[in-house]
């Protein structure tokens, strides 16, 4: 890709858009912000990103098709991810000791007041996927006011429980006796209630993710060429966003191993979960249970056909659609 190509994808000829691309200070700490959108009147949505350190700011010009013409997107690499890691590799081991999720909701709210110098709206709308769900039902819950509304993506519930039950749901289609079948296992026995990233705890997690997709999904969509091709990281970038290192994010994980969404399913604003029929990290049944039991104004749930974790990305159309039908029933139910 040319500069003049790369130049297309990074300032699009729209008068009315903007296209920004800071590292605001952001609760003590230099954090890399995109801000995207064809039409700075469209609502403003405040994505947070999975992982954790799993950014998705070099790929925004794939994940985004189709948000943009509707919405103005901030991606934001959180602390030690991405390009705020390289902002700050310097502090890295300093920030690595960070990352409660007091410290991501005063993130959240710096990020908040640096939008409103460069953005006019009133609220913003929450989008969390994966980890980042974590996040933004949390900060949702504790800052309402600044909140339209609470879309969540494949929703955290509690990782222990996640990872346990998708291992049940792999049992029962896996090979009897197979190396499959043995490597799950090996998971199962003796999983902590606390998991620790140690390297005997890791080497046990590395088939996790692989096993899943090869017997949960026909249809999840792997973003790594598109992640090799961005050109808007380098090469150092790529490698940090596609392998983060769990010693630059021990605090966030530790936040993520000890979460658990069950503990508060009281919310001022609407809310909506999203997910993929074919879901492999956050199982379907967790959510749904949750679902069932939320206090909110407004709920709505939608499942995504042909899709798995990354249901945004698998199949796009479907989530649009789900998408803008839950933000038209916050409008017509008068939240603002």
């Given at each position: ?184 296992k090996a998971i ?76 508060n399913l009281n ?70």
């Open positions: 890709m040319n500069k003049v190509q790369k130049n297309k994808i990074l300032y699009p000829d729209n008068k009315n858009g903007i296209y920004m691309y800071e590292y605001p200070e952001i609760n003590g700490v230099k954090q890399y912000i995109q801000i995207r959108g064809a039409d700075r009147k469209n609502p403003l949505i405040l994505f947070i990103h999975g992982g954790p350190g799993a950014v998705v700011s070099g790929i925004f010009h794939v994940m985004q098709e189709g948000w943009e013409d509707r919405f103005t997107v901030v991606n934001w690499d959180q602390r030690n991810a991405g390009k705020t890691y390289f902002a700050n590799k310097s502090r890295a081991g300093e920030i690595a000791k960070t990352g409660t999720i007091d410290d991501f909701i005063k993130d959240v709210d710096d990020i908040i007041k640096y939008l409103h110098i460069v953005y006019d709206f009133e609220k913003i709308i929450i989008m969390g996927f994966s980890w980042g769900t974590a996040i933004g039902a949390e900060y949702a819950k504790s800052r309402p006011e600044n909140v339209l509304c609470c879309i969540s993506v494949g929703q955290l519930v509690n990782y222990h429980d996640g990872v346990l039950t998708i291992c049940k749901t792999i049992l029962e289609k896996v090979p009897k006796d197979s190396k499959d079948e043995q490597r799950i199962m026995d003796g999983f902590p209630d606390v998991p620790l990233w140690t390297p005997e705890f890791m080497k046990r997690m590395r088939f996790f993710n692989p096993i899943a997709l090869k017997y949960l999904t026909r249809h999840a969509r792997a973003n790594y060429t598109a992640v090799i091709k961005s050109p808007f990281m380098n090469f150092r970038e790529k490698i940090v966003s596609s392998f983060p290192k769990t010693k630059l994010l021990e605090k966030s994980l530790e936040t993520m191993a000890t979460y658990d969404f069950r503990e919310f001022e604003v609407p809310v909506q979960f999203i997910f993929g029929e074919e879901e492999t990290i956050c199982p379907a049944d967790l959510i749904t249970e949750c679902f069932e039991r939320i206090n909110a104004p407004l709920k709505e749930v939608a499942i995504i056909p042909k899709a798995s974790h990354g249901c945004f990305y698998d199949n796009p159309e479907a989530f649009n659609d789900a998408l803008e039908k839950f933000l038209l029933s916050v409008k017509n139910k008068g939240f603002s």
